[in-house]
């Protein structure tokens, strides 16, 4: 009744291909965002911003940027673990030696440089599809993770291999480091979230995302119709990577502070990204946001109800949390296997004709 | 997006839920009983709230405070270490001991800036022993330069001094961890003319072959290992089927456990372990959690683990902060202290034998002094040895003095790097 594009008129084609073509959509994404610069800001602490929201608004970017890998063009890819370390290290690299840029040019450039790397590891992909550009790509992650342990000018010499990020600032403002006010930390984040969001959109629906899509449904179709193969997938590896890039540099110096390649970019970073987009919904951005939500917010909630609110031991907590997790993962794929994001659509499209279904 | 909004309001419920806190001592653990280091993990934790609980019990808390231990699970993960200290923080937690190297690192500089201390007892970021440098960071009673220093002292004093030309590897968790000693090494070897050679183990170390293959192609005549959680049953396994020689086979002391050797039965007799306190349950204090832990069905997960390696461990390190929380308490004034006080105690705590003999446990670790220029302690630590016929780890040497000939001009380098690096000024030690 209230969730409807009646009476809702469009009278030029900007209004009427704009992403959020019903008005109730388009203001509970105003809301949204009002609520997430305007409000979130002056209420957050540290537990917050750093155990709920920076870690998903960074698991976010990196869901986009393999979404638009996998979901828009089809390339099924198991190196995002990796591709986030040349992110994280390469933002190590430029801050300790350029300490006097600032550090959002440190990760645009580190974004740049991972999309460099990623094109690489991408050509493989214009001579084989699927499972084996997977093992391919899972080749690309054990690579670099190798290549950041053995060779010490990475991690600058250090006794330990770990690299740690100094404090950086943004307007003044400590964006990195142990002094970084909550509210700093959650703010870089998002913007970076909502501008990369809105890029991804509007590049998923331009051209380029239709030369992605169409390579994606069939390659051979794709190449009939005049998409040529070599630059739509070696841009969705560009592009992708540098999502995930960005995702890495932010998760290394904004989140955790400190890394170690193995631990923080090991392959199960690379599984944990797949799953959210597979969760989420292939060929979403809303997916890859639900995707996030799921695989980072749920253990965290689990927990704080099982230990926090009912007091259970902390490891029976832990292992009910696992296989609490994984069952509904399943229970998911069973019931909905294009991910939340269908179930969101579903819900709109009965929205829609709600209270006539016929 | 609204998912999350659902979430974040779900979780803010939970959170309130818990209850508010009284005045007390809180010491938080985060601990591991699940992923592949649980097992190292799990006795370490018990022994840790086990003497805080009989601390509880039996004298009613510290100068009269209840102590109450917060356990958090890391999985020896440091995303959810993150999220444990976050969690943790705001309870007026005095001191941190997260049991792994990554999350050590990354909570020195957060730690630091919060103002909470930091107690990495034997692991960690070995330069945290310069206290100009790192002032919420505490290291005591050992090290890992330290500890490889040791097991170099072993081999010279078995060989009577002269190790030139031997051949020594490192076989090393390849992580922060396993790097740790590998410069110290690199010195000694340079100092005392062995040839080290360097072996990682990727994580968790399930597969080791083509290392022990390596092992068994160059022959070195001893192994130093520097392995955690799984990866020292295989490594033990793997060099009992290449038939190397046990006695020559030394583990760091996080190597050093039951769960380590057992699952090698016979073939593990003989191998080496350095330890920086004692091994066995042959101690009065056992007496005592027995009676007030134990049989009073308070102890911690399964309460199987009392008298292990492990356990002892978290016992010595709940030991060592309570000492210092006492010192601190002592130092304010106050009964219930701050984390800044608890800094203070630490700084200031002096273990002597008598302390330990009436704590119930004479002997039980090397005696030390803490200063404001050194964390690390003296760094002593002495070998024990594997008798798989008894099923029990024997002390078979003292506590060995560290070459901080070496050691020192090492950890003044990496602390001066670290303070340039961030910005720190070293203080100034009256």
Redesign the interface.
Known sequence: MFYREAGDFKTSYIEDSQTFPIRLDRWGYYTIIFIAFAVIPFFINDYWANAVFVPFLIYSIAAIGLNILTGYAGQVSLGTGGFMAVGAFACYKLMTAFPEINIIFHILISGGITAAVGMAFGLPSLRIKGFYLAVATLAAQFFLVWLFNKVPWFYNYSASGQISAPERTVFGIAVTGPHTEAWAKYMISLVFVFVLAWVARNLTRGTVGRKWMAIRDMDIAAEIIGVNPLPAKLSAFAVSSFFVGIAGALFFAVYLGAAEVGEAFGPQKSFLVLFMIIIGGLGSIFGSFAGAAFMVLLPVLLKNVLVGGLGWPTDLAAQFEIMLVGALIIIFLIAEPHGIAQLWRIAKEKLRLWPFPH | ?????K??A??LT??M??GPALAELVFPSL?Y??GPY?AGG?PFADGYTDYFTLLNERDGGIGGVKTRVV???T?Y???KG??CY??T??EGSLVYQPLS??IT??LI??A???GIPLHTMGYG???AADGTVFKWAFNYPANYWQGASVAINHILDINGGDIKGKKIALLYH????G??P??TLEGLSKKHGFELSLI?V??PGQEQKSQWLQIRREKPDYVLMWGWGVMNQVAIQEAANIRFPMENFIGIWWSGSENDVLPAGAAANGYKALNFHNVGSDYPIFDDIRKYVVDAGKAA?SGDNVGTVLYNRGLYAAMLAAEAARKAQELSGKKDITPADMRDGMEALEITEARMAELGMPNFGPAFKVTCENHGGPGKAAVQQWDAEAKQWKMISDFYEPDMEVIQP?IKA?AE?YAK???ITPRECK
């Not at chain 2, 997006?1 to 909004?5: A, E, F, I, P, R």
């Not at chain 2, 390849?174 to 961890?177: E, I, L, Q, R, V």
């Open positions: 997006m609204k998912m999350k909004v979430i974040a779900a979780a939970a959170v839920a818990a601990s009983r699940t649980a799990a356990e958090c699970e999985g993960n440091t995303e993150v999220e976050e969690a923080k705001g190297t990554g690192y990354q500089p957060k630091s800036a919060d970021r070995t330069s390849n992580s922060a961890y790097k740790e590998i410069r990682p990727d994580h997960g090492l990496d790097a690096e961030n910005d």
